[in-house]
């Protein structure tokens, strides 16, 4: 057998590693901060004048909707929560324009980057009940389920390290108080 180790192997060892721990989940985009600032420039821009037209009001929810997606494609700290604001039922009121359901999976997409896996379920739940055919929403529950499966396997072996540990230093006392 041959145990040759070359940087190029540890190094795509250690990746599949990492990957295990921080995947990013069902392949979604990621928003840049130009994405972020441009929506946020619109939006501030739309929502400066009053929408006393079902025109205006669209343009509203397009702008808020788009800052919203781009928040919660971001990566950067905060914009999930922004954006979740932003969605929340009852903050705002919503026209035709952006379905609920759009609302609720966007909601999902922001807890899941954020890493909160029960909410970004929840949220995903709550899109199928408006959209059972939704394979977005579908496939981000189901990446929040193995997430919080594999957190929960994370925090097993957590458990069982700390006991190993403590079960050593009880024997190591109880062996020294023999003597």
């Known amino acids: 057998?041959?145990?040759s180790l070359t940087l190029?192997?540890?190094s795509k060892q250690f990746r599949d590693a990492?990957?295990?721990f921080t995947s990013a989940g069902p392949g979604l985009p990621v928003a840049d901060l130009e994405m972020v600032i441009d929506a946020d420039a619109a939006y501030a821009q739309v929502a400066s004048t009053p929408a006393s037209t079902p025109e205006d009001h669209a343009a509203h929810d397009a702008a808020r909707f788009r800052l919203a997606w781009a928040l919660a494609h971001s990566k950067k700290e905060g914009d999930g929560k922004r954006a979740v604001a932003l969605l929340q039922e009852g903050a705002y009121d919503w026209a035709d324009a952006v379905g609920a359901r759009d609302r609720r999976y966007l909601t999902a997409v922001a807890h899941y980057n954020d890493g909160d896996f029960l909410a970004a379920r929840d949220a995903a739940e709550q899109a199928l009940t408006h959209d059972a055919m939704c394979r977005q929403a579908e496939t981000l529950r189901a990446a929040a389920e193995n997430a919080i499966a594999r957190d929960?396997?994370?925090?097993i072996g957590a458990v069982g390290v700390g006991a190993a540990v403590l079960g050593g230093i009880v024997t190591a006392l109880a062996t020294t108080r023999r003597r």
């Not at 929960?152 to 925090?155: F, M």
């Open 1 to 3: 057998m041959d145990f």
């Open 152 to 155: 929960g396997l994370i925090g």
């Open 18 to 20: 990492k990957k295990l």
């Open 8 to 10: 190029d192997g540890i």
